[in-house]
């Protein structure tokens, strides 16, 4: 079995989504992300994964379903960060973002079970941006990410090379689009219409 972690921010505005604003305000902003992490955890519970972790930074709510346990993001850049997150699971795990509320439980089904495949050890989802929403590990991951530029067009390459120096068989999962700008946002919440996600979008675009 696998555990799925989420890594996100507390939904506070001027805190996350700052990319969205213009057009939104940093309050509009904060809806919208607070609707993606809505509905990244739904599809999370809603998996088959063995345990659900919340790697949080800033204070979590009553918006945290009961599956989740929560733990903080440890300190330093966002390497830093994600190495954390795998690092307080044992055994197999799963670490997805906030920022692809499109994704599904099936998904995410299909990713844990592609960490318990003959000869592969580990899995990695690129984005569009030349990012990655997902990374899994069947088993070792120290220094994983030791080394790997975070948040550039370059990102998801180099983090393949990281993984493959480190001696590991990694599997491509599918590539999907980060929300980063409001075009993006525009894109994704027309591919899950009926989602929270997109009805925050909506109401973003009717305020502004």
């Known amino acids: 079995m696998t555990a799925i972690v989420v890594i996100a921010k507390e939904p506070r505005p001027g805190r996350v989504k700052t990319r969205l604003c213009p057009p939104c305000t940093p309050e509009a902003a904060a809806v919208i992300a607070a609707a993606a992490l809505h509905d990244t955890l739904a599809v999370v519970n809603a998996s088959g994964c063995s345990a659900r972790v919340l790697a949080l930074e800033g204070r979590p709510g009553q918006w945290v379903p009961p599956a989740f346990a929560v733990i903080p993001q440890v300190a330093g850049d966002l390497g830093a960060r994600l190495a954390g997150a795998v690092e307080s699971v044992d055994g197999p795990v799963l670490l997805v973002g906030m920022d692809t509320p499109q994704l599904t439980a099936g998904l995410l089904d299909d990713a844990c079970a592609r960490l318990h495949e003959p000869g592969i050890d580990a899995v990695l989802g690129p984005s569009l941006d030349g990012g990655y929403w997902g990374i899994g590990f069947r088993g070792r991951r120290r220094g ?65």
């Open 144 to 208: 994983a990410f030791a080394g790997v530029p975070m948040s550039t067009p370059r990102t998801a390459s180099c983090q393949l090379d990281r993984l493959r120096a480190l001696g590991l068989s990694v599997g491509t999962l599918p590539r999907l689009r980060d929300v980063d700008t409001f075009r993006d946002a525009r894109v994704v919440a027309a591919t899950v219409p009926a989602s929270e996600f997109a009805r925050a979008v909506a109401r973003s675009e009717v305020a502004g």
